[in-house]
Protein backbone atom coordinates (compact mmCIF):
# COMPACT_ATOMS: atom_id res chain seq x y z
CA UNK A 1 0.00 0.00 0.00
CA UNK A 2 1.68 3.13 -1.07
CA UNK A 3 0.75 5.99 1.32
CA UNK A 4 1.77 9.62 0.33
CA UNK A 5 1.48 13.22 2.40
CA UNK A 6 2.40 16.37 1.46
CA UNK A 7 3.53 19.25 2.71
CA UNK A 8 4.81 23.05 2.12
CA UNK A 9 1.79 25.14 0.72
CA UNK A 10 0.84 28.43 1.72
CA UNK A 11 0.11 31.95 0.64
CA UNK A 12 2.85 33.85 -1.53
CA UNK A 13 2.01 37.16 -3.53
CA UNK A 14 2.39 36.93 -7.32
CA UNK A 15 5.42 36.35 -8.78
CA UNK A 16 6.43 34.33 -5.16
CA UNK A 17 7.80 31.10 -5.33
CA UNK A 18 6.81 27.39 -3.62
CA UNK A 19 8.69 24.32 -2.71
CA UNK A 20 5.48 21.44 -2.25
CA UNK A 21 7.21 18.10 -0.96
CA UNK A 22 5.43 14.31 -0.81
CA UNK A 23 6.45 11.66 1.46
CA UNK A 24 5.98 8.73 -0.08
CA UNK A 25 5.99 4.64 1.57
CA UNK A 26 9.64 2.88 0.77
CA UNK A 27 10.33 2.39 -2.98
CA UNK A 28 7.36 4.37 -4.17
CA UNK A 29 9.75 7.18 -6.33
CA UNK A 30 11.87 3.92 -7.35
CA UNK A 31 8.99 2.00 -8.51
CA UNK A 32 6.21 4.39 -9.38
CA UNK A 33 5.32 7.40 -11.85
CA UNK A 34 4.47 10.07 -9.12
CA UNK A 35 2.80 13.22 -10.28
CA UNK A 36 1.30 16.37 -8.82
CA UNK A 37 -2.51 17.45 -9.80
CA UNK A 38 -4.21 20.75 -8.95
CA UNK A 39 -7.61 21.16 -8.47
CA UNK A 40 -9.25 24.89 -7.70
CA UNK A 41 -12.52 25.73 -6.39
CA UNK A 42 -15.41 24.22 -9.00
CA UNK A 43 -12.70 22.83 -11.79
CA UNK A 44 -11.73 19.35 -12.50
CA UNK A 45 -8.37 17.98 -11.03
CA UNK A 46 -5.52 18.60 -13.06
CA UNK A 47 -2.36 16.82 -13.75
CA UNK A 48 0.04 19.80 -13.26
CA UNK A 49 3.91 17.69 -13.53
CA UNK A 50 4.96 14.07 -13.38
CA UNK A 51 7.60 12.24 -13.29
CA UNK A 52 8.16 8.13 -14.09
CA UNK A 53 10.42 5.60 -12.62
CA UNK A 54 13.45 6.72 -15.22
CA UNK A 55 13.17 10.59 -14.24
CA UNK A 56 11.16 11.57 -17.43
CA UNK A 57 9.42 14.72 -17.21
CA UNK A 58 6.15 15.76 -18.24
CA UNK A 59 4.34 19.41 -17.42
CA UNK A 60 1.14 21.12 -18.38
CA UNK A 61 1.79 24.13 -20.86
CA UNK A 62 0.47 26.42 -18.23
CA UNK A 63 3.18 25.93 -15.94
CA UNK A 64 6.20 25.00 -18.10
CA UNK A 65 9.03 26.57 -17.68
CA UNK A 66 7.98 28.17 -14.32
CA UNK A 67 7.80 24.85 -12.22
CA UNK A 68 10.20 21.93 -11.90
CA UNK A 69 9.46 18.44 -10.36
CA UNK A 70 11.75 16.42 -8.98
CA UNK A 71 12.32 13.37 -6.52
CA UNK A 72 14.96 11.52 -3.85
CA UNK A 73 15.09 8.33 -4.27
CA UNK A 74 16.68 7.31 -1.53
CA UNK A 75 14.54 9.26 0.82
CA UNK A 76 11.44 9.01 -1.26
CA UNK A 77 10.16 12.58 -1.53
CA UNK A 78 8.47 13.59 -4.49
CA UNK A 79 9.16 17.82 -5.20
CA UNK A 80 7.78 20.45 -7.01
CA UNK A 81 9.19 23.69 -6.97
CA UNK A 82 6.76 26.54 -8.09
CA UNK A 83 8.76 29.83 -9.54
CA UNK A 84 6.92 32.89 -10.72
CA UNK A 85 3.60 32.15 -9.54
CA UNK A 86 0.12 33.55 -10.72
CA UNK A 87 -2.91 33.62 -9.19
CA UNK A 88 -4.21 30.87 -11.74
CA UNK A 89 -2.33 28.69 -9.82
CA UNK A 90 -4.40 29.31 -6.71
CA UNK A 91 -5.82 25.32 -5.83
CA UNK A 92 -5.18 22.18 -3.85
CA UNK A 93 -2.27 20.35 -4.78
CA UNK A 94 -2.40 16.49 -4.58
CA UNK A 95 0.91 14.26 -5.31
CA UNK A 96 -0.21 10.89 -6.89
CA UNK A 97 1.40 7.83 -7.56
CA UNK A 98 0.81 4.31 -9.95
CA UNK A 99 2.20 1.73 -12.26
CA UNK A 100 1.02 4.07 -15.41
CA UNK A 101 1.81 3.88 -18.44
CA UNK A 102 4.07 5.84 -20.72
CA UNK A 103 1.07 7.55 -22.24
CA UNK A 104 -0.57 8.69 -19.26
CA UNK A 105 2.46 9.74 -17.60
CA UNK A 106 2.70 12.12 -20.74
CA UNK A 107 -1.57 13.14 -20.25
CA UNK A 108 -2.06 12.17 -16.60
CA UNK A 109 -5.79 12.20 -15.12
CA UNK A 110 -7.28 11.67 -12.24
CA UNK A 111 -8.97 8.15 -13.03
CA UNK A 112 -5.10 6.60 -13.57
CA UNK A 113 -3.98 7.02 -10.37
CA UNK A 114 -4.97 4.80 -7.54
CA UNK A 115 -2.70 6.68 -4.62
CA UNK A 116 -2.90 9.83 -3.37
CA UNK A 117 -2.05 12.20 -0.61
CA UNK A 118 -4.62 14.57 1.30
CA UNK A 119 -3.40 17.67 -0.33
CA UNK A 120 -1.95 20.79 0.42
CA UNK A 121 -3.42 24.29 -0.36
CA UNK A 122 -1.78 27.05 -2.44
CA UNK A 123 -3.18 30.23 -2.43
CA UNK A 124 -1.27 33.38 -5.06
CA UNK A 125 -2.45 36.71 -4.17
CA UNK A 126 -2.12 39.83 -6.16
Known amino acids: QVQLMESGGGSVQTGGSLTLSCSAS????????MGWFRQAPGKEREGVAT???????RYADSVKDRFTISKDRVKDILYLQMNSLKPEDTAMYYC????????????????????WGQGTQVTVSL
Open 96 to 115: AADRVSFATMLSPTEAKFNY
Open 26 to 33: RYTATNYC
Open 51 to 57: IDHNGTT
